[in-house]
């Protein structure tokens, strides 16, 4: 298992030292953390790390992501954005992902041909590919390179190789945009975007890592790991968690018994 591991590092780091110069779509995530750290050891200087910093991104997440690149001694620009102002994205459809990536990658790729960097790259890596993900089509219709993904890496080798290169990153929860927290055909607004935000921040106080709170109007869906669902409903716990996300604006608070489960909304448009 080592050995298949470090086969498949050598494999990533021999296809990051064929690109001339890199921008890396960084997320702070533990996926985009492992691929510019392996991309700083391969290319120095001549990689650099491009945070899309949006409203479908917590101001936890962007704080990580800025002291991450910081560690790593990566040359870091945070790009403002707005894919909130775009109607195909508000709206909401099942497609959302798709048009949003276009916008992101589009602005990247701007940045990054600014800086005189023909290529760019994500972190998606083999375990994504069987997930839905219309990004990842925008992704490769727009050239955007998956290095991870030709060097065969899953998240749990991320992980481990993460662990032994000491990035802070290899134990992290798995992160997904604030938008992915409202049902299909929903509008996105900054309101729900803000309550969830918020929400989440008050379930992380609480100890609660991993949780996700899903927007379905006035209802909150709490989604936490499985372990932590008996946790919820210690009475003082479970008072907390109501009055706090009933402060932030939500009338009712569900908890989910399935617990969190990745991707949980995509169901809605499964066959």
Known sequence: MIDLIAGKKKRLMEILEGY???AVAFSGGVDSTFLLAAAKAALGDRVSAVTADSPIHSRREMREALATAKALGVHHIMVPFEEIMAPGFVANPPER??????LIFAEIMRVAASLGIEQVAHGVNMDDLGDYRPGLKAAEEMGVAAPLVEAGL???DIRALSRRMQ???WNKPSMACLASRIPYGR???REALRMVETAEDALLQLGFDGCRVRHHGSVARVEVAPGDLKRTLHP???AEILKRLKTIGFKHIAIDLEGYVAGSLN???EP
């Open 187 to 189: 509008p996105i607004t």
């Open 167 to 169: 990035l802070p990153t």
């Open 97 to 102: 992902c798709y048009t949003c990536k276009q």
């Open 236 to 238: 003082a716990v479970r």
């Open 267 to 269: 169901r809605s448009i």
């Open 154 to 156: 899953t998240k749990s």
């Open 20 to 22: 001339p110069a890199l």
